[in-house]
C-alpha cells in the first residue's frame, strides 16, 4: 500500500510539471499570424528611348567649285579677293597671252594663205572646165585641175580649224565665271606659273548652304532613317533653321575617326553666312526600354532580381532578370518583366517568397 501511494504522488507530480508546458505549446499554436509587411511598389512599363544630340558645325555652300585655266603658263593677273561676289562672265584672272596671240597671228596667216591657193585652184578648175567641155583640154589636165581645187579646199579647211583652236587658246588665258557666287579661296597670285587644273580660286555658288557637322559614328548609327535637325547659329540662338541629311561621307576621316555629315537648310536667313559656326540638335530614337529603380534590384543565386508582386494573393515572388543598362538610379531591364507587372522598390532585403505585403503608394 505505501508503495502504490508513493508512485501515485509521484505521477500527480510529474503531471503538474507538463500541464505548464502544454498549456504554453497551445498557447504558442493558437498565436496569430504576423501582418503583411508594408512595401513600395512600382508598376513595369515600356518606354520610349528618345536622347538629344547636340553638334557642333559650320555653313558651307552647296555647291563649291575651284575655277581653274584649261592651259599653263605666267600668271598676270589674280584679281580675285576673299568673299567677292561674282556675276556669270566676270574676269577673274588671266595669264600672260604673247604665244597665244602669236599662234593666232601665224593661224590667221595661214588661212589668209589657204585662201589665196584656193582661189587660184578654183580658177584653173574652172578654166580646164571649159576647155574640156569645148573639147580642146584633155580628160587628165581637166581631172588634176580638179584635184587641185578640192586639196586647195581641206588646206582652207584645216586653215580655219587651227584658226579656230588658236582662238580658243587665246580665250583660255582669261579665266570667268560660270556661274554667281562667291569667293571663299584664292589661290596663286600674279607672276606665278600654274599648271593647267590648278585652283586659282574657289567659289561658292549661291543655289544653297548647308551646315557641315563631324559626327561620331555611334551616333550615325542610333539616328533615324531621315531625321530632322534644328540648327541654329552659335553665337545667336534665336536665329534657327530646320535641315535635312543630304550627304554622309561613306569614309571616317583617319585622324578624328568621325564621318562628315552635310545637312540641308530650308530657306537659310541672311546671319547664316558661309563659314559661320552653328549647333545642330539631334533627336535619337530607340527601342522601347523596360527601367525599374536601382533599389528594386537583389540578387537570387548570384545572378539580378526583383520581386513581383502577385495582384491576386498580395504576395510575392522572386524572379530572376536580365540586366541591360545600370544607371545610378535606374536600371534597364532586357528580359524578365513586362509591362503591369508590379514590381518592390523599397524593403527588398527582408522579403522572402510567398510572403504576404500590403502595398504603399506605389511609384510610377
Given at each position: 500500500m505505501t508503495r502504490k501511494g508513493s508512485l501515485g504522488v509521484r505521477g500527480i507530480v510529474a503531471l503538474v510539471m507538463v500541464l505548464p508546458l502544454l498549456a504554453a505549446c497551445k498557447q504558442e499554436a493558437e498565436a496569430p499570424p504576423a501582418p503583411?509587411?508594408?512595401?513600395?511598389?512600382?508598376?513595369?512599363?515600356?518606354?520610349?528611348?528618345?536622347?538629344?544630340?547636340?553638334?557642333t558645325?559650320?555653313?558651307?555652300?552647296?555647291?563649291?567649285?575651284p575655277l581653274a585655266f584649261r592651259i599653263g603658263g605666267r600668271l598676270l593677273e589674280n584679281g580675285g579677293k576673299l568673299g567677292e561676289r561674282l556675276q556669270a562672265g566676270d574676269l577673274v584672272a588671266r595669264l600672260e597671252s604673247q604665244n597665244e596671240e602669236n599662234q593666232l597671228r601665224a593661224a590667221t596667216a595661214a588661212l589668209a594663205a589657204a585662201q589665196a591657193q584656193y582661189n587660184q585652184a578654183a580658177g584653173h578648175y574652172d578654166r580646164q572646165r571649159t576647155l574640156f567641155r569645148q573639147g580642146w583640154a584633155t580628160r587628165?589636165?581637166?581631172?588634176?585641175?580638179e584635184k587641185g581645187k578640192n586639196t586647195a579646199a581641206a588646206q582652207v579647211e584645216a586653215a580655219e580649224a587651227q584658226l579656230s583652236a588658236a582662238e580658243d587658246l587665246l580665250g583660255f588665258t582669261e579665266?570667268?565665271?560660270?556661274?554667281?557666287?562667291?569667293?571663299?579661296?584664292?589661290g596663286p597670285g600674279a607672276g606665278e606659273v600654274v599648271t593647267p587644273g590648278q585652283m586659282i580660286v574657289r567659289v561658292a555658288r549661291?543655289?544653297?548652304?548647308?551646315?557641315?557637322?563631324?559626327?561620331?559614328?555611334?551616333?550615325?548609327?542610333?539616328?533615324?532613317?531621315?531625321?530632322?535637325?534644328?540648327?541654329?547659329?552659335?553665337?545667336?540662338?534665336?536665329?534657327?533653321?530646320?535641315?535635312?541629311?543630304?550627304?554622309?561621307?561613306?569614309?571616317?576621316?583617319?585622324?578624328?575617326?568621325?564621318?562628315?555629315?552635310?545637312v540641308t537648310l530650308e530657306n537659310p536667313p541672311e546671319?547664316?553666312?558661309?563659314?559661320?559656326?552653328?549647333?545642330?540638335?539631334?533627336?535619337?530614337?530607340?527601342?522601347?526600354?523596360?527601367e525599374v529603380p536601382a533599389s528594386a534590384l537583389t540578387r537570387a543565386e548570384q545572378s539580378p532580381a526583383v520581386w513581383v508582386v502577385d495582384p491576386a494573393n498580395q504576395t510575392v515572388a522572386l524572379r530572376p532578370?536580365?540586366?541591360k543598362r545600370f544607371g545610378e538610379y535606374l536600371v534597364a531591364i532586357a528580359d524578365g518583366l513586362k509591362a503591369g507587372d508590379v514590381v518592390v522598390t523599397a524593403g527588398v532585403q527582408a522579403l522572402h517568397p510567398g510572403q504576404q505585403v500590403r502595398l504603399l503608394e506605389s511609384q510610377q
Open positions: 503583411p509587411r508594408q512595401v513600395r511598389t512600382t508598376v513595369i512599363a515600356e518606354i520610349q528611348g528618345a536622347t538629344t544630340v547636340n553638334l558645325g559650320r555653313i558651307e555652300a552647296e555647291d563649291e567649285v587628165a589636165a581637166y581631172e588634176t585641175a579665266l570667268r565665271a560660270d556661274q554667281d557666287g562667291v569667293i571663299t579661296t584664292v549661291q543655289d544653297g548652304r548647308d551646315a557641315v557637322f563631324d559626327v561620331p559614328s555611334q551616333v550615325i548609327r542610333s539616328a533615324p532613317a531621315n531625321p530632322d535637325i534644328m540648327v541654329s547659329l552659335a553665337d545667336d540662338p534665336t536665329v534657327k533653321v530646320r535641315g535635312h541629311v543630304r550627304e554622309v561621307s561613306p569614309q571616317a576621316d583617319p585622324i578624328t575617326r568621325t564621318f562628315k555629315v552635310k546671319a547664316m553666312r558661309l563659314g559661320a559656326t552653328v549647333n545642330g540638335v539631334m533627336t535619337t530614337v530607340q527601342d522601347a526600354v523596360i532578370v536580365s540586366v
